[in-house]
């Protein structure tokens, strides 16, 4: 079993409209979670973070996290053609030991 | 705004040879780490460092691999014998809060072996 899954997509949506995406987890232990955006061929960028449960928004963007289903999501308002990128989901979990875990992230295409 | 570097930006090397990755990682930053991607593949973790010594590895971090923090400022990860499947991009992040949170990522070093 996957330890984070996403969609890989496309996600397609019009300019001006909500883009929802969204991760689950697969390890109870998880405990903080991370949104980054990834253009193509560079580096991660963190938009995001959330280590509690509910809603947590910052501008545009809003993450939501639930823990006993073991999702978080990532909803941004007003997209725009540059949010246009690859959304990696990020879950840090301690076993013991600290690890450090991707997905393999959702492209999303913001159309004019 | 305070950034990881990294150079070099792209690394050209033959099968056999040493490589060596250099970061800066942000100042005020104790936490480090380095992480790499291969082409239309997920981020994988390699390896944490704190306090000089390291803190957490992954199974993909074996005797080929070292890390080093050799003054104050840089942090260095050594592959010493490169193999074709080390082609990838290599990321070095950052956090200051320790190692349950959020990390900042370098622009990373684009590794191509030969």
């Known amino acids: 079993q996957k330890e984070v899954e996403q969609n890989s997509g496309p996600l397609s949506v019009p300019e001006g409209a909500i883009a929802s995406l969204n991760c689950t987890y697969s390890d109870r232990g998880s405990q903080s979670f991370f949104w980054y955006r990834q253009y193509s061929g560079k580096s991660p960028e963190l938009i995001m973070f959330i280590y509690s449960n509910g809603d947590k928004e910052d501008g545009r963007f809003t993450a939501q996290l639930n823990k006993a289903s073991q999702y978080v999501s990532l909803l941004i308002r007003d997209s725009q053609p540059s949010d246009s990128a690859t959304y990696l989901c990020a879950v840090i979990l301690l076993q013991g030991t600290y690890k450090y875990i991707f997905g393999t992230g959702t492209r999303l295409k913001v159309l004019a | 705004e305070p950034e990881v570097t990294q150079t070099p930006s792209h690394q050209v090397t033959q099968m056999g040879q040493e490589v060596i990755l250099r970061c800066v990682p942000i100042?005020?930053?104790?936490?480090f780490y380095w992480y790499r991607q291969i082409l239309g593949q997920k981020v994988e973790f390699l390896v944490s460092?704190?306090?000089?010594?390291?803190?957490?590895k992954s199974e993909i971090f074996d005797d080929q691999f070292s890390v080093e923090r050799p003054d104050g400022s840089n942090f260095t990860l050594k592959i010493r014998s490169t193999k074709l499947e080390d082609s990838a991009m290599y990321f070095c992040?950052?956090?200051?809060?320790?190692?349950?949170?959020?990390?900042?990522f370098g622009p990373g070093t684009r590794l191509t072996v030969t």
């Open positions: 992040a950052s956090s200051d809060l320790g190692q349950g949170s959020k990390q900042y």
């Open positions: 100042s005020n930053h104790l936490y």
């Open positions: 460092f704190y306090n000089n010594e390291i803190s957490e």
